[in-house]
């Protein structure tokens, strides 16, 4: 059984505690704890686009090498702070020892809002629960595809 409630940092703002809004729900909806921008995935690859031009061999005018290591992948997007951007729930999760939590999106928010997961999906163990890191906070990785910025409420 899962146990929601919001992470100190969020104690004071209205935010609902996850629920499942109908009685056949497969899932609890979850609101975002803060506002935010999720750029374009379009504009965020065209600032990688000149660290990349530097790691391309060409031999006769030919591209022959632009393989990326996880390690220069890894670099690029620690020196270009480009990665999904991480989307706060302000929840955190008590579930029973034997079980996780799944985080996905509906089937309609790419057809929609062109808004995927960077991870396809979500797991959160149960171990995870009051982290001494981040007390357990829930974090959805998202990715936007359209060409524009979309700003979260």
């Known amino acids: 059984m899962a146990k929601f ?10 935010i609902a505690l996850p629920e499942r809004k109908t009685a056949f729900s497969a899932g609890y909806d979850m609101e975002v704890a803060e506002d935010i921008v999720i750029p374009s995935y379009h504009n965020l690859m065209q600032a ?12 006769n005018g030919q591209i022959v090498h632009n ?5 220069d992948m ?14 706060s729930t302000g929840m955190k999760c008590q579930l029973d020892p034997d079980t996780y ?3 996905s999106v509906r089937s309609s928010c ?9 991870n396809g999906v979500g797991i959160i163990d149960a171990d995870y629960y009051n982290n001494p890191d981040n007390e357990g906070e829930i974090f959805f990785q998202m990715i936007n595809l359209s060409p524009y910025d979309i700003q979260l409420h």
């Open 5 to 14: 409630e919001k992470v100190s940092k969020f104690a004071d703002i209205d």
């Open 48 to 59: 990688m686009n000149s660290v990349i031009a530097q790691n391309i061999v060409f031999e």
């Open 67 to 71: 393989i990326f290591t996880l390690e």
């Open 74 to 87: 890894s670099n690029i997007t620690k020196t270009l702070k480009i990665k999904p951007t991480l989307v």
């Open 101 to 103: 939590l799944e985080l």
């Open 110 to 118: 790419p057809l929609k809002y062109w808004l995927i997961l960077a």
